[in-house]
């Protein structure tokens, strides 16, 4: 006991406790409090940093927005919607095209409907002949595919045939893209009509319906330009021919007659 | 080697007994000035970590409650936002198709413009915008010959393949496969 006390008087035991206690409250507080708090502050400041990023991002968009006619955009949308309905309207489609086919010199002759989920069942002739195999007139579609598009389904083309002369076929397919329902067209078959002069044509039209219209990111800039406004009048300038259903009167003594 | 309490081996102590405590004193105290200084270093740095990880921990609640606040403001302009945005989807919509379409009236136009007197087409057929095949009546060889290359001279087309060139009682029957150029 005498010789322990003896050893921890002795000035190296003291100064090597004292470097040893240094060195471990240093490590402690290396190890709990510099590391930590580096760590979190680095952590921290880019966080900052990145927050402060997209508070910049979403302060000029909102300028942006702002500067933007909400009434005008609204009146724009819903002209530019009607253009591409919500769900693929073939009736209409047929209705306006034959109004389209009438002004430009063509007589619609056929047509049929089908969706692109299913087979199509109207082979097209080689020679692009307009064979239809459902014919119809004065607008509508066959009974076997009316049933068909009286129900939402998206994507659905029409195969619509005409006659008439080889210019006014020229005139029609510019025509279609003045009428106020656009529709891709994907497949043109012309075929020479039996001793006449004039034309076959078969058009295969995709219906093109609106995307979806989607939420709006805060973060990403939504500007609308002099230009945008421009290419919008372009397409609105452009459309000449529109349809409305037929307002006869209805309920007949004899529906058969 | 006192330390290890090994009596067998020390050492020559030169330094005269009454120095030995005053020596002692200044290594001691050495020792401690050295010690606390290197704490009091550690201490100052973690201080000032903790300091600067406070002061940026309060920015950046401040930033994020900003960005909160614009966001708020921004869900009472979203709905002009995304119609502004699906009004130019429908507008690049809507061209993309009108150019696509347009491409069949041009390549009707370019047909229109190679077929030569003595030659009238009995079909043709467009699919896949730049995918043509014609079926023409051609009343000589040299009628043909002609049709055919003012079709290869045409720049409008690509490609053009002569699959076949039957000779009837009274003209030639050719079918031709052409590629445009798409634009």
């Known amino acids: 006991m005498k010789n322990l006390k003896k050893f921890f008087k002795q000035t190296i035991v003291?100064?090597?406790?004292?470097?040893?206690?240094?060195?471990?409250?240093?490590?402690?507080?290396?190890?709990?409090?510099?590391?930590?708090n580096f760590n979190s502050w680095r952590s921290n400041s880019s966080s900052r940093e990145e927050t402060a990023q997209r508070l910049e991002r979403v302060e000029r968009n909102l300028q942006s927005v702002a500067s933007i006619d909400a009434e005008k955009i609204k009146v724009l949308s819903e002209q530019l919607q009607k253009l591409l309905s919500d769900q693929a309207d073939p009736l209409r489609f047929l209705n306006l095209l034959e109004v389209v086919a009438k002004s430009s010199g063509m007589e619609l002759s056929a047509a049929q409907v089908t969706t692109q989920s299913q087979p199509s069942v109207a082979p097209s002739a080689p020679t692009g002949a307009a064979a239809p195999q459902t014919p119809v007139s004065d607008g509508a579609s066959s009974p076997a595919q009316s049933g068909a598009s009286a129900v939402a389904v998206p994507n659905q083309s029409v195969k619509i045939s005409f006659s008439g002369s080889f210019s006014n076929l020229l005139?029609?397919?510019?025509?279609?893209?003045?009428?106020?329902?656009?529709?891709?067209?994907?497949?043109?078959?012309?075929?020479?009509?039996?001793?006449?002069?004039?034309?076959?044509?078969?058009?295969?039209?995709?219906?093109?319906?609106?995307?979806?219209?989607?939420?709006?990111?805060?973060?990403?800039?939504?500007?609308?330009?002099?230009?945008?406004?421009?290419?919008?009048?372009?397409?609105?300038?452009?459309?000449e021919f529109t349809s409305s259903p037929a307002k006869n009167s209805v309920g007949r003594s004899n529906p058969f007659d | 080697m006192l330390f290890f309490g090994k009596k067998d081996q020390k050492g020559i102590d030169l330094i005269p007994e009454g120095e030995k405590p005053l020596k002692d004193t200044k290594i001691k105290f050495f020792a401690t000035v050295a010690s606390v200084a290197a704490v009091g270093v550690f201490i100052v740095v973690g201080a000032i970590l903790v300091f600067l990880n406070f002061a940026e921990g309060r920015l950046l609640a401040q930033t994020s409650e900003q960005l909160d606040s614009r966001l708020g403001e921004w869900q009472q302009v979203a709905t002009t936002a995304a119609?502004?945005?699906?009004?130019?989807?429908?507008?690049?919509?809507?061209?993309?198709?009108?150019?696509?379409?347009?491409?069949?009236?041009?390549?009707?136009?370019?047909?229109?413009?190679?077929?030569?007197?003595?030659?009238?087409?009995?079909s043709l057929s467009i699919a896949g915008v730049n995918t043509l095949t014609l079926q023409a009546e051609v009343s000589s060889a040299a009628v043909v010959e002609q049709l055919v290359n003012n079709l290869r001279k045409n720049e409008f087309f690509v490609s053009v393949d002569l699959d076949s060139v039957v000779r009837s009682s009274d003209s030639y029957v050719l079918n031709v496969g052409l590629t445009t150029r798409g634009k």
């Open chain 1, 14 to 36: 003291i100064v090597s406790i004292e470097i040893a206690v240094a060195i471990f409250l240093c490590v402690i507080i290396f190890l709990f409090v510099v590391v930590p």
């Open chain 2, 83 to 122: 119609q502004v945005n699906s009004t130019k989807a429908a507008t690049t919509q809507i061209n993309d198709v009108w150019t696509s379409n347009q491409l069949f009236t041009k390549s009707l136009r370019e047909v229109r413009s190679v077929v030569p007197k003595g030659a009238s087409l009995t």
């Open chain 1, 171 to 239: 005139r029609l397919l510019t025509n279609v893209d003045k009428a106020d329902m656009v529709s891709l067209i994907k497949s043109v078959s012309v075929s020479k009509t039996q001793g006449e002069s004039g034309v076959s044509l078969a058009v295969t039209f995709d219906l093109i319906t609106a995307t979806a219209a989607g939420t709006a990111n805060a973060e990403t800039l939504t500007a609308f330009t002099f230009e945008d406004e421009s290419a919008i009048g372009n397409i609105l300038s452009n459309i």
